[in-house]
Structure formats: structure tokens, C-alpha cells
């Protein structure tokens, strides 16, 4: 069973930045970030296979942006341009699938790590 440990949250104001990182002990062919805010249903966020192809949600779009090195078995989300509907607990793990858009269901995953963005 794969592990998973995030780390990077924070509390920040609207348009700021933060970057999320999760180290990860078993190599997989794709892995990504979800997020479950307040009342909200589970979102998937974006995901990575290994050749580097990424997706990402429609809500954050040109704002995230998912790295991996390999090596270090860690995985980023960079995270510009925060904005309210962003405070959420964010996960990673390895998604069950890997398509066209990120998906939110989850084979593994960390213990999340908190973003709260306030206006």
C-alpha cells in the first residue's frame, strides 16, 4: 500500500501563492491532488502521469500547476492566485483513473494538508 505525506498549507490572503508538496514511497503511474472544502463534495484537482502529461480541473486552470520529481519521489502543486473557494484539505494519491479530467476518486492517499484563503 502506497504512503503518503502532504505537507504546505497555510492560511493566506486572496492572490497570494502556495506550494503544496507530498512525498510519496511507491512510484505510480499517475498521481495527483483532490480537495474536500467545507460542505463541499470531493473535487479532483489535477494529476500527473509519469511521461509528464498533466490535467487539471476547470476551476483551476491556468492557476495550479502540478510538477513530480521523480528521484525525490515527491510530488508539487504551485498554487497562484488563491481565492476563497479554494480553502479546502488537499490530498494526494494515486487517482483510479487517469483521463481527461482529474478524477476524484482515489486508490490511496495522505493525511491532507489544510489551505484556508480569506478575502
Known amino acids: 500500500q502506497a504512503q503518503m505525506v502532504e505537507s504546505g498549507g497555510a492560511s493566506v490572503q486572496a492572490g497570494e501563492s502556495l506550494r503544496l508538496t507530498c512525498v510519496y514511497t511507491?512510484?505510480?503511474?499517475?498521481m495527483g491532488w483532490f480537495r474536500q472544502g467545507p460542505g463541499k463534495e470531493r473535487e479532483g484537482v489535477a494529476a500527473?502521469?509519469?511521461?509528464?502529461?498533466?490535467i487539471y480541473a476547470e476551476s483551476v486552470k491556468g492557476r495550479f500547476i502540478i510538477s513530480k520529481d521523480n528521484a525525490k519521489k515527491t510530488l508539487y502543486l504551485q498554487m497562484n492566485s488563491l481565492k476563497p473557494e479554494d480553502t479546502a484539505t488537499y490530498y494526494c494519491?494515486?487517482?483510479?483513473?487517469?483521463?481527461?479530467?482529474?478524477?476524484?476518486?482515489?486508490?490511496?492517499w495522505g493525511q491532507g494538508t489544510q489551505v484556508t484563503v480569506s478575502s
Open positions: 500527473i502521469e509519469n511521461d509528464g502529461t498533466a
Open positions: 494519491g494515486d487517482p483510479r483513473h487517469c483521463g481527461a479530467v482529474p478524477d476524484s476518486e482515489y486508490n490511496d
Open positions: 511507491t512510484e505510480m503511474y499517475c
